[in-house]
């Protein structure tokens, strides 16, 4: 079992950064990739980013390459995101997640945080 706290999120203008944390519980976050989604009002939970166990394997959404960053620190059981250049359209509740391999797919994952509010204003 693993559970998975977020934390980081926030209300900023266009153009800001913020940096989300997901701190996971237990001995095995290192045995886990870890994944970031996101859902806005009305949509469906969306897939932005994926880091291998090793965090030598990296995905991103392609509304989010360029100005997103995902990393883990495995000792600390954390992965972040780090998000750079925030447009109004990234205005969602972000969840990080587990799963046996990098994926895209939301199905794909096993373990789900609670979720962070992140809202950006123009």
């Known amino acids: 079992q693993v559970q998975l706290v977020e934390s980081g999120g926030g209300l900023v203008q266009a153009g800001a950064s913020l940096r989300l944390s997901c701190a996971a519980s237990g001995r095995t976050f290192s045995r886990h990739a870890m994944g970031w989604f996101r859902q806005a009002p009305g949509k469906e939970r969306e897939f932005v980013a994926t880091?291998?166990?090793?965090?030598?394997?990296?995905y991103y959404a392609e509304s989010v390459k360029g100005r997103f960053t995902i990393s883990r620190d495995n000792p600390k059981n954390t992965v972040y995101l780090q998000m750079n250049s925030l447009k109004p359209e990234d205005t969602a509740v972000y969840y990080c997640a587990a799963a046996s391999t990098a994926a895209t797919s939301r199905g794909l994952y096993d373990y789900w945080g609670q979720g962070t509010q992140v809202t950006v204003s123009s």
């Open positions: 880091i291998s166990r090793s965090g030598v394997t990296i």
